[in-house]
């Protein structure tokens, strides 16, 4: 697979749980996707959830000639009535690879029925990256269940379907047939691991295999496994983000590798009740210590002709320096930054963080927080007494467990205030800190 980068509105900068837009100022709604590169071109495939359901609306297609800049083309596959991709069925994780002996574009997909019991594999082809694909068939690879799945191509062109089996609880590598149409034999099985959403790169001559477990739209500590071929032995698992983050709230859906030193880990921050509002989260994945470790951004950026990546600096306010106002009160836990954060935010509580410096420019904020409830929460943010924006706070799996999510503010050139909680009707998230970047 080739290395992708996005854009997010015109912006050069990565920033994990933003809203991402295409270059039409739409959303874009590609979620569970997949990457390939033809020519100058690089395309990203994946579920349109404008909708806000799980069924099938389309399988989206982009396309940057820059890397920086995405365009929606065509939808790369529609729904057909009475077929397994009607609009009443599921169309999960779209993964695109080329045939070169045939001269063909080949997508492999989750098919399966609007309650999950069908547990199949689709596939689809077509003559250009795009498309539209013309469906062929769905079916259980070697009459086994298959749902979350994923594709990988060695540099011999051979493909593997990567695959959730055996109500999940089995792991699967299967050897696709010389064009891609069907499982040919089984290579690997991974038993009793429960694992979903998969990747496989290759470094060094190691296969790193990168999935989640099974725990719904929540999400869990995603995992690496190792093995000297794709016929196993695996190794035991391990973690690529500290566990109590859940890989930051969110679960893998495509790894690629850059160079020897470092990938992308490419996942969704899956919100169940809006499914058209879940966020990508893409990181810099990093061997620095000897094995894939996420390397958390609220602002990142990638020098592609280089193969390196910059994490953003930003400077950090702590929420204990500003002026509470309503029911706002300092709390104390070692998991926050200095040891403090601000609780009891929202529904009359403030806190004003003044003396932020700012460029004149839209720039980046990052709210650290922690939300220990089951749901999500909103807090809102408002700069220098004008109008309060609201920012979503997804759970963070623990009231002493610290996430961040980004929101764009427009700062005056020189001192500012922020204030946040002003005007919410709900409690906020705990507020940790806030982080404030000059990149736009």
Known sequence: MAFVAFSITHAAVIVPGATWTDTSGTVIQAHGGGFLKVGSTFYWHGEDKAHNSGLFRAVSCYTSSDLTTW???????????????????????????????????????????????????????????????????????LGAESRDMG???????????LYASDNNQNFKISKLDSNYYNVSSQTSVISASTLESPGVIKRNG??????????????NPNK????????????????????ATRTYFSQNTFDMLINSNFGIYMGDR??????????????????????????????????????TYTVASGTTYEAEGGSLGGGATVLSNSAFSSGKAIGWLGNGGTVTINNIQGTGSPQWVALYYANGDSSWRTTTISVNGGSAVTVDQPN?????VVLSVPVKLTLRSGTNSITVGSGGTNYAADLDKIVVYTAA
């Open 71 to 141: 365009t929606r083309q065509n939808d790369a596959l529609t729904p057909i009535s009475g077929t397994t991709i009607s609009t009443s069925n599921i169309v999960e994780r779209p993964k695109v690879v080329f045939n070169k002996a045939n001269s063909e574009y080949v997508m492999w997909f989750h098919s399966d029925s609007s309650n999950y019991g069908s547990a199949q594999v689709g596939v689809a082809t077509s003559k250009t990256p795009c498309g539209p694909y013309t469906f062929k068939s769905s079916f259980r690879p």
């Open 396 to 400: 963070t799996g623990g009231g002493s």
């Open 206 to 219: 190691v296969y790193y295999l990168f999935a989640s477990h099974t725990s719904g739209w929540d999400p």
């Open 270 to 307: 899956w919100r169940p009740s809006l499914l058209g509002s879940s966020r990508y989260m893409w990181f810099p994945l990093s061997w620095a210590s000897g094995k894939p470790q996420i390397v958390q951004a609220d602002v990142w950026s990638l020098n592609l002709s280089a193969g």
């Open 224 to 243: 690496f496994f190792t093995a000297s071929s794709l016929g196993g032995p695996w190794s035991a698992q391990a973690d690529i983000a500290p566990a």
């Open 151 to 161: 594709l990988f191509q060695d540099a011999a062109q051979t493909t593997y379907l």
